[in-house]
């Protein structure tokens, strides 16, 4: 797991984590029962929600900006928002909003390898409210 958080001169803070999560999608998942896929999308939740919690300073939710970039094979655009929702759901929990919230924008990219798995997060926001 890889970590950082970067205050530009203009007020703006850049966080980022890294983590070696695989993303499933189950969207169209066939070779599980329900309760299993269930249970590995709690435990990704749970782990996300962990690691984002661990953040100093806490993000502003006036203007946050959520970049959430899965890495490994190609997903079309369904099975992408499918596999990265535990990872939205557990850092709205680890900010204490639904992920709905209208004050956050979430982006969700990926990028395509065939060796390496994983997820990284960045968040980007303005230490003064309103801004």
Same mark, same amino acid.
């Given at each position: 797991?890889?970590?950082?958080?970067?205050?530009?001169?203009?007020?703006?803070?850049?966080a980022?984590?890294?983590?070696?999560?695989?993303?499933?999608?189950t969207?169209?998942?066939?070779?599980a029962?329900?309760?299993?896929?269930?249970?590995?999308?709690?435990?990704?939740?749970?782990?996300?929600?962990?690691?984002?919690?661990?953040?100093?300073?806490?993000?502003?939710?006036?203007?946050?900006?959520?970049?959430?970039? @899965?890495?490994? /094979?190609? !997903?079309?655009?369904?099975?992408l928002?499918?596999?990265? &929702?535990? +990872?939205?759901?557990? #850092?709205?929990?680890?900010?204490?909003?639904?992920? @709905?919230?209208? /004050?956050? !924008?979430?982006n969700?990219?990926?990028?395509?390898?065939? &060796?390496? +798995?994983?997820?990284? #997060?960045?968040?980007?926001?303005?230490?003064?409210?309103?801004?």
């Amino acid at each position: 797991m890889t970590k950082w958080i970067i205050q530009n001169s203009n007020g703006e803070y850049s966080a980022g984590i890294r983590l070696p999560l695989y993303l499933p999608s189950t969207a169209n998942a066939r070779y599980a029962h329900w309760s299993q896929r269930n249970k590995i999308m709690r435990a990704i939740r749970a782990s996300t929600k962990c690691i984002t919690n661990t953040l100093h300073p806490r993000p502003q939710l006036d203007g946050l900006k959520v970049f959430i970039v @899965r890495i490994g /094979r190609e !997903l079309d655009t369904d099975n992408l928002w499918t596999a990265c &929702k535990p +990872v939205r759901d557990g #850092i709205a929990d680890s900010l204490g909003i639904n992920d @709905r919230d209208k /004050r956050v !924008l979430w982006n969700v990219t990926q990028n395509v390898t065939q &060796k390496q +798995v994983g997820c990284m #997060i960045q968040m980007n926001w303005y230490d003064r409210p309103g801004v």
